[in-house]
């Protein structure tokens, strides 16, 4: 067991984020374009229809870095007078090269990457589908996967190997689709890849069927049944292996496969194996079964460090414990050495980013935090509560408190790095406020169970938790996700009496406390100074709010 981090250096901890937070300055935020605003905003042209299902077909191009494809969009009429326009989205220099309904051509206009489809109106039924060809050189991803694109790389053995990544701009930079998180296809989607013969192509979903193309290539037919945000949609392909696998999970038998470079196999026999095991342990035992079992898991080894695509999770990492390739622990704690991050990150987005899916991206604390909180869950069932708390705590100095975590709406705009570690922050310091892990435990299953398959707002996110909890954490809420300050606890101790209030902070915040003077005792600091008599008490020298609250100190006289 690794000891409790000091009172002391919690005291250092604390004043070096007040300083820190202080020390920022308030980034000016860029003009939204008319392009931000289409491609981020519910416009006319997207409003009235509904997507059903995507039939994707690709063919890359290694040698050239291009692909051809089409996109068969099977869509319903949601609203009987409408624009007569449809929006579709794709990333020049990638270009349309035709479309067709119902046999029939259809006319199209571009702005930029917003392309107008002119629709006979007259013509269209309540169901309908609409087949879109396309083909030009994708953007490359140059740093995968934090800018997006096309990723094309080579293994350790000079061999092609495709993949892409595109959470952040979106799947409109490699195929035509609606680029909006608010409308997935209910019906799902199918993904067919051309590969070159040697290599295997690897998509979502279940492998429906293989076929040998006149042109010595092989295509590979994937279907995933369940609803899938845009960016979940990926393929990956390379010199593959695949280790199949059954799990016994709350829902029955969880088939599980593992694709992998030929020459990671024994890794992923040692490494890879047992760590899913554990964690999806860990993950239905708090969240809920595992969201797709009709769908199938599925790990694949990655050109990048990881991503979240929906069955067909990408991993990149070293094969290692640790959160990061080195095998490291950002947290300073050595807790973060005994799980690999990457595995229980991006497992946990299986609930939490393809399951519930934010609305908009401005709220991908959703998917983030509670990813973040994943990693915590699974260390306190490895190694005991304290150990996930204090591996939480040590996370705390790597926030920046830059901007806000939840961005601006409708203009396709993330919010802060900070949705990472501080909307986890958020949700450790909500469950340290229930005091009940078994309560807790059941707002995150019934969270699945409600929004299963779901887009949601952070709003709806945060009034559930609420409600279900049955204690109003909407002043929590918003400070620390619509605000970047840190709350200080302004503190002064005089004959036994303690004072005590919050500053710099929302004129209405609130959020109860312990400490190691008052013990269990919660203390309900508001913006208002509160005292305390304090009788009979070998009072430490230093005065430490418990460290599970992200919150600064400062005393005063």
């Known amino acids: ?14 004043n070096l984020l007040f300083c820190f937070a202080h020390a920022q300055q308030n980034q000016k935020l860029p003009i939204p374009t008319k392009q931000d605003t289409l491609n981020g905003s519910i416009t006319p042209e997207r409003i009235w229809w509904d997507i059903q299902h995507y039939d994707l077909t690709i063919k890359p191009d290694y040698n050239s870095k291009t692909i051809t494809g089409k996109n068969v969009i099977e869509y319903n009429v949601v609203n009987k007078k409408h624009s007569p326009l449809m929006q579709i989205d794709l990333v020049a220099p990638l270009k349309i090269d035709s479309i067709f309904q119902k046999g029939k051509k259809v006319d199209y206009t571009q702005n930029e990457n917003i392309w107008y489809l002119k629709l006979p109106y007259n013509q269209l039924s309540k169901k309908n589908k609409i087949t879109i060809y396309y083909s030009g050189k994708p953007t490359e991803s140059i740093k995968p996967p934090w800018d997006g694109g096309l990723v094309w790389s080579k293994d350790s053995l000079n061999r092609p190997w495709i993949s892409v990544a595109c959470q952040y701009k979106g799947a409109s930079l490699w195929y035509p689709c609606k680029n909006a998180l608010y409308d997935e296809p209910d019906k799902g989607a199918t993904i067919t890849v051309s590969a070159s013969n040697g290599l295997i192509a690897i998509s979502n979903g279940r492998l429906k069927l293989k076929n040998k193309n006149t042109d010595n290539t092989f295509s590979y037919t994937w279907e995933i049944k369940n609803p899938i945000n845009h960016y979940g949609i990926t393929f990956y392909i390379g010199n593959y292996v695949n280790l199949h696998d059954t799990y016994k999970g709350e829902n029955g038998s969880l088939s599980m496969d593992y694709w992998v470079l030929d020459y990671n196999k024994e890794k992923a026999k040692k490494h890879m194996i047992p760590e899913v095991h554990n ?7 708090w969240f809920g079964p595992y969201p797709f079992y009709e769908d199938g898991f599925k790990i694949v080894d990655a050109p990048y460090i990881g991503m979240e695509h929906q069955s067909a999770i990408a991993y990149g990492s070293s094969y290692k414990k640790g959160t990061n390739k080195k095998g490291g622990d950002i947290s300073n704690t050595g807790w973060g050495k005994k799980t690999d991050k990457i595995i229980v990150h991006e497992m946990a987005h299986e609930w939490f980013g393809n399951s519930i899916t934010a609305n908009d991206i401005a709220d ?30 040590g996370r705390f100095r790597t926030i920046e408190n830059d901007k806000p975590v939840i961005g601006r709406y409708g203009i396709n705009e993330d919010g802060s790095n900070d949705n990472y570690i501080k909307g986890w922050a958020v949700l450790h310091m909500i469950k340290t406020i229930i005091n009940d892990d078994t309560k807790f435990r059941e707002i995150l299953r019934s969270l699945n169970y409600d929004f299963h398959n779901k887009v949601i707002t952070s709003n709806e996110i945060e009034n559930y938790i609420s409600r279900k909890s049955g204690i109003n954490f909407y002043y929590l809420f918003d400070q620390y996700l619509r605000s970047e300050r840190v709350p200080v606890l302004e503190y002064k101790f005089k004959d036994e009496q303690l004072s005590y209030r919050y500053i710099n902070c929302n004129d209405d915040f609130e959020m109860p406390i312990t400490t190691n003077w008052t013990q269990d005792k919660w203390l309900k600091p508001t913006t208002s100074f509160q005292t305390l008599r304090l009788k009979n008490e070998d009072f430490n020298k230093y005065f430490n709010p418990n460290p599970n609250f992200y919150i600064t100190i400062k005393e005063v006289k």
């Open 364 to 393: 991908r604390w959703i998917q983030e935090g509670f990813a973040g909180l994943a990693e915590e869950l699974v260390i306190a069932d490895l190694y005991e509560k304290q150990a996930g708390n204090e591996f939480m705590i």
């Open 1 to 14: 067991m690794i000891n409790a981090i000091s009172k002391r250096t919690f005291i250092l901890i604390f």
């Open 279 to 285: 964690t999806m342990k860990s993950l239905e035992n």
